[in-house]
């Protein structure tokens, strides 16, 4: 009898054989990666976050991802780190609040590139794992998605809810199995100043870099 978190079995949607999987970290994609690899879908991991500073944080939510996807035999491509275009959007939008327009920019440039990869490399599905943080706004991640891949026909964005049914639970179960990197703000530079005025203002530390994994407080 299942359960209703029982992780289910996953359908690419009609018409698609493969999926281009987005990836912003490995925290994010642990459970996506798992729940299509019991599938049984075949997929491949998109690896585009030029938002991510600095240079070690970046390198260290790539690896960490790059890891979990060899011990899964998954392909990952490991895109740019133009981090000059990323700048470029952003101007004018520094002090935006998290969920404004900034991330609107951000996840839509993500997304830009995640389908020109997949309309250039034959995949007619792309998806990504943003949505399954409960950080994010899952419409404003959907909204961005559908719009990258409008403009190319035969491209579409698959919505699928990665929280439901136990997923977000999952998620956190696999980022403490595997003692996953966790990284105490979004990524941007402008996410890290307000994470740090946040705890400074709590009288909290100041954001260590690479200094916490899952499952260190237990
Ligand atoms: S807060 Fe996160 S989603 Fe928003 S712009 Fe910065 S890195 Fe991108």
């Known amino acids: 009898m299942s359960t209703a978190d029982e992780r289910q079995t996953l359908h ?9 999987l987005h990836s912003c970290c ?30 070690k944080e970046y390198l260290l939510r790539k690896e960490e991802n790059i890891r979990f996807a060899e011990q899964h035999g998954i392909e990952f491509i490991d895109a740019d780190y133009d981090t000059d275009n990323w700048f470029a959007r952003a101007k004018g939008m520094e002090y935006e609040p998290e969920r404004g327009i900034r991330c609107t920019m951000c996840f839509d440039m993500r997304f830009e590139r995640t389908a020109l990869y997949a309309k250039e490399n034959g995949y007619t ?28 026909e035969g491209i579409e964005y698959w919505d699928y809810n990665w929280r439901k049914k136990g997923g977000s639970k999952r998620m956190i ?19 890290l100043r307000d994470s740090n005025l946040h705890r400074k203002a709590q009288g909290r530390d100041l954001i260590k870099l690479g200094v916490q994994y899952y499952g260190d407080d237990e």
């Open 12 to 20: 690419l949607p009609q018409g698609h054989t493969k999926l281009l």
């Open 173 to 191: 179960e696999i980022s403490k199995r595997e003692r996953f990197y966790q990284q105490e703000y979004c990524g941007c530079v402008y996410s």
């Open 125 to 152: 599905l792309i998806s990504s794992s943003l949505g399954i943080s409960r950080w994010k706004d899952m419409n404003q991640i959907n909204d961005c998605g559908h719009r990258a891949a409008a403009p190319y």
């Open 26 to 55: 490995a925290p994010c994609s642990g459970e996506v990666m798992e729940a299509l690899h019991a599938s049984g879908i075949d997929y491949a991991i998109f690896f585009y976050n030029p938002n991510i500073h600095p240079k």
